[in-house]
């Protein structure tokens, strides 16, 4: 290692060393303080050596959140490993991909997600080893007897450039891609965050969103930078969560729009005592004018912030603080910006020659600073072209303001953002028009109450077809996430095409240019 | 350069990008926007780069606080070059001796050093080129002239552990060490400190502490983290002080406890319009609790932030944060303590064998992680001593609590704090044992309602001898600092030795075990 470069492990040592009595985790009643936490890390890290991890080799961990995701990151840092949490949303054939892609041979699965074990060792055959972390089954080791018949492992100190991690995300081409994170990229997002006004975390943070997801991650990162103690839920209930903001005495959360929403919509919401509640970080998608007054004036105490990133920046690259939202929702209201840049990261607004545009003149967000990935795993090329003049590519559109605030105008890349969760149109467009009766397709988001937007598809059906849209979902279903499947569809004639032949997707978000398209068919979300 | 770590001058691209219009610089009447900043820093580049200057060579500034600080900073960085302000409480001497250790060929100087230049030529002929900031003279360019007939440069980029400053500093082995920071440590120290709560600096920040010094270049580096406004004052002078922070509408300043004193004190305090006050830091010495209910009862807006550090670690190493402050002055009060590790260092403390004690024990701090210095300069085997084991040595003793607040207890090094100045004893007793009348010597710290700790020095006359203090000062006076000259002097008939023939100065710090010593003399300080 470099002497003195940045080490995730860091803020464990810290926390053992200076608070080993104070609490670490809450997960439901289970509780854990420091000393406990660094006792199982270099406990874990022994069961990965005694697997035969060898430094830079990937660990894998397929769960919903639990107190095992920071002690699965630390022991994995702790071993010289790089983590490769997977995501629980996409299909077996989505997971096996990223596993099998970056080679992870050592995997801990939850009893939530046993049932997906047989199939993913076929698809898998990279995987070697299942760590069970709280059931039985043929050909799996047991979690917890395994770390408690380990000794601990001496670390194996990894820092800066080191790889991290690697974290997969949808691509444009369709597949999705494992992003490269060093130790240091991940460290420097979250210093950038908590070195914002306002915005270190406080005694407790709880982690709502999932923890295979890097924003998630970044803001466990946040937490250990500020000493906090981390409490879990396994996913996002809105009574789970109220019970545990009260019982937790909860001082920061994350929270997508729609999960707001749903907090300020139960029935139950005042019989909570939430006074420890000081911050509300949200971000992922916009928050209307309306829904910020509502959850304003329900937590008058609570400072919100704003975060703007992609997983390929570690991934925070603009801030909204709680000083910017204080500006009110006036006239002159910061709200419908992203922030200013935090203070790790350089951003620039260019145009398709990467050459630089004047304030408020739309282009492409590029960064470049700490946080930007080493690359795509064994993508050189993709990795040549975002990175390209040693400027990462966001494939974003934004304005900047003569203040340093900069507003999303579109995005590049033709990404749907569906309740928090990124969909990459081109993905949904290829299972769709794997369908035998689909000639044409364009998915396209269309502005959603619940979602904040959907997935919608604009689809020309073969010659004399009459295929309907519960059809194609069903269709879809087995090819890619629930969370990916149209949401409604329109039947079209044509599709507007531009002079070199692509689908002019502007056009159709614009409203009705098609016409004769009716929205027919709204499936439920799974 | 590795495309993505730290350069320094990230900050000023920043600025200039997003705030153009904003100020970036109050000094006196001269106000300067980002815009302008940025022009005059690639110019100043320009000329460093027609000076000849290389990538990773050294440029010196000698002058008084002055908003030319902020441009020579950024133009050197920009230049590819590494800044070595130089120390104006020195000696001539001491002076040409740090810029000979670390061939220094360009130096800016301010007028009220002009008088200095010749002897700084003739003791360090390494100086090949002079630029007079406010002055004219003989063989010397004059600065505006330079910059304004200059192109500006194109940047050349350096990052990471590339090397950004060489910082002079007192040595125990009495000459000065130059401290080798790389653009990572004196960027993650910052981070470390604007990361803690309630800590990042607020729109602007008065530079009353010399910027030669690390600690100032530290509080500059974190004002460009939070994108604030930088105001200067020549030196710290109390009416000069009040008169700024009102009309530069100063939110955050940093002040030594003599500094707090004299600005309490000041006749016409309550004259001046303080409420754009927000934060006060203080550091360098401990504060006494009379002296922190009064500043705190006079400044109720007021956080206060104590820092704890090094030039070795760049130098931020603990902070007692305004919510530690929060917690009064009784019985469980923080204010003994320097407060937690930031969130970028590791702090141990251990034995001379470098193992670690338990919770309360004193032993050396000891701190490892990306502020640590690269080394001395030129200096390899006090380098290696310093940084035995991957951590650097202190030579603060001190004892961690059961929260992780650390409080000083001694110091190995053997230094006097005195007004906020570290002065090394064994210095001042070389200085001393050089007059042919001091036939033994022992400096120690007494402790000093105005300083803090005053320099006290216990003499052996040679046998015959009368000479007193005033002469041996006078002696001094060519050799050292003037803040480093005994204010006050014991003569006796001998020293308590330890079996080793070390002189036991613990012993002459804890009073009168020496019979028949007695103040003798106190001259004014210079």
């Known amino acids: 290692m470099n002497g003195f470069a940045h080490y995730l492990t860091q803020s464990l040592h810290r926390a053992v060393r200076q608070t080993p009595e104070r609490l670490a985790t809450i997960d439901g009643p289970r509780r854990k303080s420091w000393q406990e936490i660094g006792l199982d890390v270099s406990r874990l890290a ?158 407790v943070i709880l982690h709502t969103a999932p923890l295979f997801h890097v924003g998630a991650i970044s803001g466990m990162i946040s937490g250990w930078l500020s000493g906090s103690t981390h409490a879990f839920v396994p996913a996002f209930e809105p009574e789970a969560v109220l019970q545990t903001l009260q019982e937790a005495h909860v001082s920061d959360v994350f929270l997508v729009p729609t999960m707001i929403q749903a907090i300020l919509d139960h029935p139950n919401l005042n019989k909570f005592d939430l006074r420890a509640l000081r911050k509300i970080l949200y971000g992922a998608a916009p928050i209307t004018p309306a829904l910020m007054d509502r959850i304003t004036r329900r937590f008058p105490q609570c400072g919100f912030a704003q975060a703007y990133g992609m997983t390929e920046l570690a991934p925070v690259v603009t801030l909204l603080s709680p000083d910017d939202h204080r500006s009110g929702t006036g006239e002159k209201s910061r709200l419908r910006s992203v922030g200013r840049p935090t203070a790790v990261v ?118 004399g077809s009459d295929v309907g849209g519960e059809a194609l979902s069903e269709h879809c279903r087995s090819l890619i996430a629930g969370f990916k499947i149209p949401r409604s569809y329109e039947f079209v004639d044509s599709l507007p095409l531009s002079a070199a032949g692509k689908v002019l997707k502007q056009g159709l978000r614009d409203g009705p240019t098609v016409a004769g398209s009716t929205p027919k068919f709204e499936p439920d979300r799974k």
């Not at 894998?60 to 107190?67: P, S, V």
């Open 46 to 203: 022994g069961v990965f050596r005694a697997l035969g991890l060898e430094p830079g080799d990937r660990v894998g961990l397929l769960a919903q959140n639990h107190d095992t995701f920071l002690i699965y990151f630390f022991a994995t840092w702790w071993a010289g490993g790089v983590i490769n949490p997977v995501n629980i949303r996409w299909t077996p054939a989505e997971m096996a991909f990223s596993l099998t892609d970056c080679e992870t041979r050592i995997l801990i699965v939850d009893g939530k997600h046993a049932d997906l074990v047989p199939e993913l060792r076929r698809l898998a055959p990279c995987l070697e080893h299942i760590l069970a972390l709280d059931w039985a089954g043929d050909g799996v080791t047991d979690y917890r007897w395994a770390i408690s018949s380990t000794p601990p492992a001496i670390e194996h100190l990894r820092s800066g450039d080191d790889l991290a991690a690697v974290l997969y995300t949808g691509g444009t081409t369709g597949r999705s891609k494992g992003v490269m994170l060093s130790h240091r990229a991940l460290t420097a997002s979250s210093l950038g965050y908590v070195g914002r006004a306002g915005c270190s975390i406080g005694p």
């Open 346 to 463: 350089e951003v620039r607004i260019a145009d398709a020659d990467d050459g630089e545009v004047p304030p408020g003149t739309p282009g492409e967000i590029q960064v470049r600073g700490e946080t930007v990935m080493t690359g795509y795993w064994n993508r050189p090329e993709e990795t040549a072209a975002a990175l390209r003049g040693g400027w990462m590519h966001t494939g974003d559109v934004g304005a900047m303001d003569n203040d340093g605030y900069i507003s999303i105008v579109d995005r590049l890349k033709d990404m749907i953002i569906t309740g928090g969760e990124n969909v990459f149109s081109v993905e949904v467009e290829g299972a769709l028009a794997s369908h035998p009766e689909v000639s044409q397709c364009a998915v396209i988001g269309r502005s959603d109450q619940r979602w904040g937007e959907r997935v919608h598809a604009v689809v020309v059906r073969v010659q």
